[in-house]
């Protein structure tokens, strides 16, 4: 048999909705045997069970700590470990492991063979940036504490950013991974990634999920591999975190017809999507528990509807809810959701006649969690422009509006384009109780980056830290940069 290399095949897709999406897929000719194998062609290792419950955590010289299955105290995270503090994150309901971390915004490196601390040191608002080696894919990027996944050209980089201030953080390779993933999204614990598609239908797609190991010193991170079938035809798809570990898959075709996905996901796996009703000119913006929220900019009014139980065979769509606070919006926005289902949604909000311009970036705490409404409540301006200085429907969350993570369910980091000067990005933090900007007395807790607004392609969080990711390293090996940033430290 003739083995046929993966070749991109790209697909063309509403623009409206390109904007208003978590993540997208192309298509790829596939070899079912590449799935075994890796870009160099070599066999890769057994990653372990196929049950979705691998070690994930390699050989780090055993567990750092106990590690159950599901935590309600911090008390079921104690680890004798020097470095270690251990702490159970409730919406996880999972072990984290804080490492060197004596105190808030100060860290120290961890001598690993004496499992000792060294002296610890501050750390500011913006705690480090570091290179990634190489650009990064858009809105490919997944944080689960300590770890951060991102994509590149030549596949999955997992970073070790247990310390903030680490300005070189070690990595470890993803195993098992028989693709290069077009979009990832973290959900809980687990990293859900997907590939592309071919067939006329029913197809067969590429999927795979990481469930990260808690263990900061793992020195690989396993990825369980599928090539599902699949009832649509080879299409472009989002993938959307959901409730409870799982992901949701969204078809970029007429009704988004949806499936979920859940682990374990095994050989031979076949993904049913059911097709929703959405109504006239909504697309596909956020997930909030197993509700799939589609959003529209109707004579710039904005405009938002739930679909219960997207992804399962009886999705229902609810009635549709205007934001009458946010006036005249753009069409250009981000979105952002935190694991336990609130959504964030920000815009640019318009002003004047006959010449419209963009007078504000304007942020709302759209959805409190997996079981609440949409909310109309009121927004908050997060970067306001001078009159008639930016214009109608203009990129000032950039080109792939991703500069948006929530860093709990009722803080969210977001970078728009900076008021100063359209070629730098400010970053700042907005709070849900009580309702505005994070400050120092009266002055926003604001960080100026010296890159245009439209080289970020990226942002994720993860136990109350922030990470932002630009393409923004140019010359002969073009790079990414990453931004960490923690809200509880002064600039």
């Known amino acids: 048999m003739t083995r046929l290399s993966p070749r991109t095949v790209m697909v063309v897709c509403s623009s409206a909705l390109a904007l208003l999406v978590a993540g997208a897929s192309c298509s790829l000719d596939l070899d079912e045997s590449l799935i075994d194998r890796s870009d160099g062609g070599d066999t890769l290792p057994d990653v372990g069970p196929q049950d979705g419950t691998g070690d994930g955590g390699g050989d780090s010289g055993g567990p750092v700590g106990p590690e159950p299955a599901s935590c309600t105290t911090d008390d079921a995270c104690k680890t004798d470990h020097g470095c270690l503090k251990g702490k159970c994150d409730l919406t996880r309901k999972s072990c984290v ?37 190489a650009q990064i894919a858009a809105r490919s990027a997944a944080a689960v504490h300590p770890w951060l996944f991102v994509v590149t050209a030549t596949g ?3 970073f070790n950013v247990s310390n903030p201030a680490n300005q070189t953080p070690p990595q470890a390779p993803v195993v098992g991974l028989g693709f290069i993933p077009n979009a990832l999204v973290q959900s809980g614990s687990r990293v ?29 991170i396993a990825a369980h591999t599928v090539l599902a079938s699949y009832n649509r035809p080879a299409e472009g798809a989002w993938l959307f975190p959901r409730g409870g570990d ?20 095994n050989e031979p796996a076949s993904l049913t999507a ?64 935190s694991p336990d289902g609130a959504i964030f949604w920000a815009t640019g909000v318009h002003q004047g006649a006959p010449v419209t311009t963009t007078r504000a970036a304007r942020g709302y705490f759209l959805v409190p969690g997996a079981n609440g409404p949409i909310e109309g409540n009121a927004g908050v301006d997060i970067e306001v422009y001078d ?36 070629q730098q990005t400010a970053v700042q933090f907005v709070r849900r109780e009580p309702l505005g900007l994070v400050k120092d007395g009266d002055v ?17 969080a993860s136990n109350g830290v922030g990470y932002l990711v630009a393409n923004d390293q140019g010359g002969q090996t073009p790079s990414a940069t990453v931004y960490v940033f923690d809200p509880a430290c002064a600039p």
Request: glycine letters at 8%.
């Open 97 to 133: 492991y804080d490492v060197c971390r004596p105190s808030a915004c100060n860290a120290a490196a961890c001598e690993q063979n004496a499992r000792t601390c060294g002296a610890s040191a501050p750390y500011k608002l913006k705690a480090s940036q570091f290179n990634v080696g």
């Open 246 to 265: 799982s992901a949701l898959l969204v078809s970029q075709a007429a009704q988004f017809p949806s499936v979920e996905l859940e682990a374990p996901l």
């Open 192 to 220: 859900w990634m997907l590939g592309g598609a071919t067939g006329g239908g029913p197809s067969r797609i590429q999927l795979a999920y990481v469930d990260v190991p808690a263990d900061p010193f793992a020195t690989k």
């Open 274 to 337: 059911t097709a929703l009703l959405p109504p006239q000119n909504f697309g596909p913006s956020a997930v909030s528990g197993t509700r799939l929220l589609l959003s529209a900019v109707v004579n710039q009014a904005a405009s938002f509807v739930f679909i219960d139980d997207a992804g399962s065979a009886n999705p229902t769509t609810g009635a549709a809810v205007n934001i009458a606070d946010a006036g005249a919006v753009s069409f250009h926005r981000t979105f952002a959701q």
């Open 156 to 158: 999955v980089v997992a």
């Open 444 to 460: 926003p807790r604001r960080q100026l980056l010296p890159s245009p607004i439209g080289s970020f392609v990226a942002a994720t």
């Open 387 to 422: 009159a008639d200085t930016v214009g109608a429907n203009a990129a000032i969350f950039g080109g792939h509006q991703a500069t948006a993570a929530m860093l709990d369910s009722k803080t969210v980091m977001i970078a728009t384009q900076a008021h100063e000067n359209d």
